[in-house]
Each structure stands twice: as C-alpha cells, then as structure tokens.
C-alpha cells in the first residue's frame, strides 16, 4: 500500500527545535519530489518547502527560509524536517506529500500529518 | 508571491445539483510547456487533502468524472456537475509554477 507516515510532531517552547520525520512505503521516493504542506488549527493550506530526487534542488517558503531545513535520505525512503527557532505561529498540522512529475507534479500521496504545537 | 482567491469561502448544496467554485490567480499559470500548473483538492471533514484534478483539467485517479476543471490563464473553475453527500469538505486550488506555491483560501462546501 502506497502511503506516507509522518512522526516527530509535539509540544515545543518559542525558540525550540523539532525534528519531523516521514516514511514512504509502497514506493521509493528515490523517484519523487517531495514537499511538506502545513494546516494551522482551523485555517488553510500553506506550502513549506520542497526537495528534488538528489536533495540538490531546495526551495522553501519565506515564512519558514533560514529557520526550517528539509532534507532526506533516500536509502531509508524517507524525508525530514528540521524545525528551529520555532514561533506560536508554527502550530500546524505538518503534511509529508509526495509530488508526482507524471501527474505534472500533483501532490498526490498525503501523509496523515503530525501536529506541532508551539508554545509556553 | 501569487495570491489566489476563491468565491465564494462557502456553499451549500442540493444532493443532485450541481455546483462550482472560482479561483483566480493574480499571475499567469500557463507556462510555456503548454500547460497549466493550477490544482484541487479536497480535504474531507477530518482527513488529509487528497487531489481531484492536477494540470488545470485532468481528473486525478478514481476521481469520478462529476467533477471537472476548466479555464485558462488566470481564471479556473471547478465543477460538480451532481454534489453528492460524500463531496462535503474544503476545496481548495493551488498554483505550482512560481514559486512559492501558493493556495487559495478554500471553499467549504455542505450539504442542505
């Protein structure tokens, strides 16, 4: 079964650090780009960040550049997020989305999200 | 960044009848391959999203053939052409050709 599984999400002080983690099965992301999605409580969808098969190629959303660091290890068929210097406004539900060229880069695979809050 | 909008933010439907959202995106989506980079999604009532139509008309797999989008440069619709009960959710389009990529705020859609 093709899924993603996200783990890693928690309760974290302002200023703290947080590392997300996301595990493909069913596939190897090896072949895909991936991206991580967030949800705050109640609102829309942002994109954060995504990273090409290599990890060469990175781009990340202003909100989140200098502070949060994507990467992956396509070995282990998995992606991560390393979250620093996190803010209230970080509460999120963090979604680990696997984007498909032929399907000209649709996310088309969710993970089920792992939810970060942050606060004192 | 390129916002986009959708109207309207809710709507409420007959089972049966048919229903559409806008999306508008303040920079074009056509890109020079042809085409163009504008997408839904669904999120269902305590899910995660789930794609319904990827490159602007393209149904996503086992997406039933109710739903449709259309458009072009820099106005889309989504169309159901007969809500039924299992369509409630956030709809929500998003443009992946310049970064970043952005979403519309999102229409939620009940049923009456």
């Known amino acids: 079964q093709v899924q993603l599984v996200e783990s890693g999400g928690g309760l974290v002080k302002p200023g703290g650090s947080l590392r997300l983690s996301c595990t493909a099965s069913?596939?190897?992301?090896?072949?895909?780009?991936m991206t991580w999605i967030r949800q705050a409580p109640g609102k829309g969808l942002e994109w954060l960040s995504y990273i090409n098969s290599s990890g060469r190629t990175i781009y990340y959303a202003d909100s989140v550049k200098g502070r949060f660091t994507i990467s992956r290890d396509n070995a282990k068929n998995s992606l991560y997020l390393q979250m620093n210097s996190l803010r209230d406004e970080d509460t999120a539900i963090y979604y680990c989305?696997?984007?498909?060229?032929?399907?000209?880069?649709?996310?088309?695979?969710w993970g089920q999200g792992t939810m970060v809050t942050v606060s004192s | 960044d390129v916002v986009m909008t959708q109207t309207p933010l809710s709507l409420s439907v007959t089972p049966g009848q048919p229903a559409s959202i806008s999306c508008k995106s303040s920079q074009s989506l056509l890109h020079s391959d042809g085409k163009t980079y504008l997408y839904w999604y669904l999120q269902k009532p305590g899910q995660s999203p789930q794609l319904l139509i990827y490159?602007?008309?393209s149904r996503f797999s086992g997406v039933p053939d109710r739903f449709s989008g259309s458009g072009s440069v820099t106005d889309f619709t989504l169309k159901i052409s007969r809500v039924e009960a299992e369509d409630v959710g956030v709809y929500y389009c998003?443009?992946?050709?310049?970064?970043?990529?952005?979403f519309g705020p999102g229409t939620k859609v009940d049923i009456k």
């Open positions: 490159a602007l008309s």
């Open positions: 989305v696997r984007d498909d060229y032929m399907l000209s880069d649709a996310s088309d695979i």
């Open positions: 069913g596939f190897s992301i090896i072949d895909y780009y």
């Open positions: 998003m443009q992946r050709l310049h970064l970043p990529f952005t």
